[in-house]
């Protein structure tokens, strides 16, 4: 009698304890479920606020490209260096004084722009985005501003600016699709 009611009560503890498994199993996996409900809603508000900021941006950079005061610059360049033709590398003519000036108009504000969608990055995409920041402020600002001072100073031709304007975007496109794909 008393075998068979410790192993009752064996049995008994084993199934309460299978019962117990259970619950903290289904416990663990809706915790689980409940993080990975937050982390997907994470990156969905990152990635709209992302595209918000793209948005802007897109529309700022239309604004200068759209500038009648600026139609004589943009006559020699396209207003984003993935647009710049062949032609407009083949271009042999130096820049005018008149050229010069739109210039120093333009190029603050397209280093203003770079440098926000830079800091887009940082701010919606964690340690990537810190990289591709960091890769704007250490590389694509810089050669930029080389390439345009190049120009200004009458160093190289419009064709020239425009090869290498091409080349540097390019590059930060390469160099952005290496940090994503490293993550």
């Known amino acids: 009698m008393m075998d068979s009611a410790q192993k009752g009560w064996d049995l008994g503890s084993q199934i309460g304890n299978s019962f117990r498994q259970n619950k903290e199993s289904q416990q663990r996996a809706d915790q689980l479920q409940q993080q990975q409900q937050q982390q997907n809603q994470t990156q969905q508000a990152n ?8 948005d802007e941006l897109k529309a700022r950079i239309e604004e200068i490209c759209g500038t009648v005061t600026y139609k004589d610059y943009f006559s020699k360049t396209a207003c984003k260096a993935s647009d710049i033709t062949f032609d407009q590398q083949l271009d042999s003519s130096k820049i005018t004084s008149a050229q010069k000036v739109l210039l120093k108009e333009i190029q603050p504000k397209q280093v203003a722009i770079s440098r926000d969608g ?3 990055f940082r701010v919606y995409y964690g340690a990537t ?7 704007v402020e250490g590389k694509l600002i810089p050669e930029s ?3 345009a001072l190049a120009l200004y100073s009458g160093k190289i031709t ?6 290498k304007r091409k080349e540097i975007f390019a590059s930060y496109i390469n160099d952005v699709r290496a940090i994503s794909a490293s993550k």
């Open 129 to 135: 985005g810190v990289k591709v920041s960091d890769l």
């Open 158 to 163: 419009w064709g020239e600016y425009n090869t």
């Open 118 to 120: 830079g800091q887009a």
């Open 145 to 147: 501003e080389k390439n």
């Open 47 to 54: 990635a709209d606020g992302f595209k918000r900021s793209q």
